[in-house]
């Protein structure tokens, strides 16, 4: 067994994305080591389902647990920062749902800890660690489309105003920025040669106080533009267009995109460019989170840090304020 494989990991949460993501290690031939919950009974349906041989009394012991090395944060947003502190501070490595803490504050607080205790701290992004990606920066990287100039952003979706949902709830740290726009900032940043250091904005608010509908543009030093247009309760297709001097890439589905076609600016030819599977979008994470332990890779975490700091300046702008912020 190779060192990779040993790698041990926990899962804190039993929602969506740790069953996505212990159905991603029975891909790579691998269970995982312990799951907690704040429900134990949860846990335990949990892991009967996945065959965890460990279920937490105490889901806290995940972060004294001489026997676990890799922790993967699957719980909302608000309570990252909880959570990081204690896995970080005892020698844990962590992959961390989207978005990783509420604010840049938060998440330099984090990167400290990480590096003081030697360990690797990553967003769980799909978007840095789908094959797809690798392949499209590597054609941008090439000349042979030109230079970027600009990014447009499309993600939007209709939720029913309930207010009591974490989409909504400032208590749960809802709004449109932190659930989807950290999609959109994360596909841009990738294509962008530096942070954008203008930002400009329009913004609707759902009767709660945090931002339902938002309309973004952001250029950088290098004068590359962004555009975002981002809502939960508006639907719009999620779709990405990098516009190049000599030709467009477009990507539908952009969060877990396994496909995109790259348009010829002279000719109007249409290349389709396929990479990976969508289906995988959590495996590969798992895969690249293990070789950046191996390897000490960062997981784009300066990416990240450049996102979190775009939309902690944003909210503030707007005066969109969580509980745990005051």
């Given at each position: 067994?190779s060192?990779?494989q040993k ?5 804190l949460?039993?929602g969506v994305?740790a069953?996505?993501m212990?159905q991603?290690?029975?891909?790579m031939g691998?269970?995982l ?9 949860k846990?335990?349906?949990f892991?009967?389902?996945y065959?965890v041989p460990?279920v937490y009394?105490?889901y806290?012991?995940m972060f ?8 993967y944060?699957?719980t909302p947003?608000?309570t990252h ?18 978005s990783i803490?509420?604010n840049s504050q ?5 990167v400290?800890?990480a590096?003081?205790?030697?360990v690797?701290l990553a ?8 094959p ?10 090439s000349?042979?489309l030109g230079?970027?100039?600009l ?7 209709y939720?029913v105003y309930d207010?009591s949902?974490r989409?909504f709830?400032p ?8 659930d ?16 954008p250091?203008?930002v400009?904005?329009f913004v609707?608010?759902?009767p709660t106080?945090?931002?339902e ?9 290098e004068?590359?533009?962004v555009?975002a247009?981002l809502?939960?309760?508006?639907k719009q297709p999620k ?11 477009e ?9 995109a076609?790259i348009?010829?600016a002279?000719?109007?030819q249409?290349?389709t ?8 979008a959590l ?7 293990e070789?950046?332990i ?6 784009l975490l300066?990416?990240?840090a450049d996102v979190m700091?775009?939309?902690?300046r944003?909210?503030?702008?707007w ?8």
């Amino acid at each position: 067994m190779s060192e990779l494989q040993k790698l041990r990991w926990a899962v804190l949460g039993t929602g969506v994305i740790a069953n996505q993501m212990a159905q991603a290690l029975q891909s790579m031939g691998r269970t995982l080591d312990a799951v907690g919950n704040r429900t134990y009974d949860k846990g335990v349906t949990f892991a009967e389902k996945y065959g965890v041989p460990k279920v937490y009394t105490d889901y806290n012991d995940m972060f004294t647990d001489p026997e676990i090395d890799v922790i993967y944060i699957t719980t909302p947003h608000n309570t990252h920062m909880v959570f990081l502190e204690k896995a970080l501070s005892h020698g844990k490595h962590v992959l961390c749902e989207k978005s990783i803490t509420l604010n840049s504050q938060e998440l330099d607080r984090a990167v400290s800890l990480a590096r003081e205790n030697g360990v690797v701290l990553a967003e769980a992004m799909t978007i840095y660690h789908m094959p797809l990606y690798r392949e499209l920066r590597e054609r941008v990287a090439s000349g042979a489309l030109g230079k970027v100039n600009l990014v447009q952003l499309n993600f939007g979706s209709y939720k029913v105003y309930d207010m009591s949902n974490r989409f909504f709830n400032p208590k749960l740290a809802g709004g449109a920025m932190l659930d989807i726009g950290v999609y959109a900032f994360s596909l841009a940043r990738l294509f962008l040669d530096s942070k954008p250091d203008q930002v400009s904005s329009f913004v609707r608010k759902a009767p709660t106080g945090v931002d339902e509908s938002a309309a973004i543009a952001m250029a950088n030093r290098e004068g590359q533009l962004v555009t975002a247009a981002l809502s939960l309760h508006s639907k719009q297709p999620k779709r990405a267009v990098i516009s190049c001097e000599k030709g467009y890439i477009e990507i539908m589905e952009y969060p877990r995109a396994d496909e995109a076609v790259i348009v010829d600016a002279e000719t109007g030819q249409r290349e389709t460019v396929k990479a990976g599977r969508t289906a995988d979008a959590l495996r590969y994470e798992l895969e690249d989170m293990e070789q950046a332990i191996r390897t000490g890779g960062n997981m784009l975490l300066p990416y990240t840090a450049d996102v979190m700091d775009l939309m902690t300046r944003l909210r503030s702008e707007w005066g969109v304020i969580y509980p745990e912020e005051m």
